[in-house]
């Protein structure tokens, strides 16, 4: 149980486009959701919370307009990423949580490669 | 605010070899500690975490941590490495938001090789 997946796994697209990810819980509610960008070598650094049905909260320093964050149902989150530039190419990490505002138990998907041309 | 480090981003053992992975963690509160595990193409599963209960604290696959207080530290270790243990270890802590959400801020990450 808790499977938390995500598409796609890899994407590459052109400088000044938007390329939307989708982070899906398959057998349970995710009440939260967090966003997360890994760089190579470096940790995960949480972008972004989003409990269902409200606003996304961002941390600091995420530009909340270039990373948009929708959170509409219990098993569907998705992280749109808006004109993107190479500065942006990063792998995506999200995890959900049934529980509201709790971090400690998070499931998390596989991932997203973003490569921007 | 929280932090941990984590000491060493390789680390290469022997098949049957005690596994030791190192973090340390820095916090103004009683913390929650946490390891996590990335195999390959995966997404990162939960070995074990620290809620201030028992120091030892023992996980899943034959994995446990000490909690040291004094040291400020909570390794994981295992007795004897197994070849499926090959994969990304993470050690994280759990904190609060500038908006007062929970959060986990993770270590770097120990890339775990088992040598055959």
Known sequence: ??????????VICKSGTS??????SLDFQATTMFWYRQFPKQSLMLMATSNEGSKATYEQGVEKDKFLINHASLTLSTLTVTSAHPEDSSFYICSASPLAGFADTQYFGPGTRLTVL | AQSVTQLGSHVSVSEGALVLLRCNYSSSVPPYLF???QYPNQGLQLLLKYTSAA????????????????ETSFHLTKPSAHMSDAAEYFCAVRGISNFGNEKLTFGTGTRLTIIP
Request: hydrophobic share 40%; net charge positive; aromatic share 14%.
């Open chain 2, 55 to 70: 120091t030892l604290v023992k996980g899943i696959n034959g994995f446990e941590a000490e909690f040291k207080k004094s």
């Open chain 1, 19 to 24: 390329v939307k990810i989708e982070c899906r």
């Open chain 1, 1 to 10: 149980g808790a499977v938390v997946s995500q598409h796609p796994s890899w």
């Open chain 2, 35 to 37: 390891w996590y595990v």
